[in-house]
């Protein structure tokens, strides 16, 4: 099922309570996609667990918190006891990954694990079991409005065979550069769950340009299981 998550990195940060609702409402948005950075693991500094607790408080619209932090073992839990109902942290800066992933999903939310582009699947093959979700970054981490990295498409494929090889219910997240003109090739190599930033706020109607984005998503998912 094809999911569309915007991201609150492209929103007003004056307005964040106000931007969530104009993605709401039936056929809006699945998730709101919340970067958290530390600019210690990227070098951007966003928002925290006071803002997270607040939007919790806001929305109806399920968070999904994306941690591009260190120390992710010690931080990821009070995520979730701020209010978010899915939190990702990075294998690059888990220091017990399933361990971590497991304290997440006790504590009731879904867990998944991020991969910078640079970092391959492979190796983490056998993680996939203790995942809800995993996020393939299709751009380095840090900042939103980059373009999108064509060069990561075989990765979602592969990381799409070996969540089939398994025979696992797991989300396979995208984020970075996804637009019109990028989310059909990501939905066609496997992704099912899509971070949008400014392709949402950076339209007048946030709204109007989910519901596109799924149904560009949703027709081409649909095109790749025919071939």
């Known amino acids: 099922m094809v999911q569309i998550n915007p991201s609150i990195l492209s929103a007003d940060f004056a307005r964040l309570a106000q931007d969530a609702e104009r993605i709401g409402g039936q056929d809006g948005a699945d998730w709101l996609h919340v970067d958290v950075m530390d600019n210690h693991f990227v070098p951007n500094l966003t928002i925290g667990l006071p803002v997270v607790e607040s939007l919790s408080r806001a929305t109806e619209i399920p968070l999904d918190c994306h941690l591009m932090i260190e120390e992710p073992d010690r ?4 995520y979730v006891e701020a209010g978010a109902g899915s939190v990702t942290f990075h294998a690059e800066a888990a220091a017990a990954p399933v361990r971590l992933a497991r304290e997440i999903k006790a504590k009731g939310a879904r867990a998944s694990m991020a991969l910078k582009p640079a970092t391959p699947i ?6 996939l079991p203790e995942l809800d979700m995993l996020l393939v ?3 380095e981490p840090g900042f939103g409005g980059q373009a999108f990295l064509d060069i990561m498409l075989p990765k979602i494929r592969r990381t799409r065979q070996l969540i089939e090889k398994h025979g ?7 984020d970075g550069g996804v637009s019109a003109e990028t989310i059909e090739r990501c939905a066609e190599a496997g992704a099912d769950v899509f971070v949008a930033g400014n392709a949402v706020y950076g339209t007048d109607d946030p709204a109007a340009a989910v519901r596109m984005l799924r149904q560009q998503a949703e027709e ?5 299981c025919r071939h």
């Open 220 to 224: 081409a998912g649909v095109r790749a």
């Open 137 to 139: 970054m299709t751009v």
């Open 168 to 174: 696992l219910e797991m989300w396979l997240q995208v």
């Open 122 to 127: 492979e190796p983490y093959e056998d993680l």
């Open 75 to 78: 931080w990821a839990p009070q």
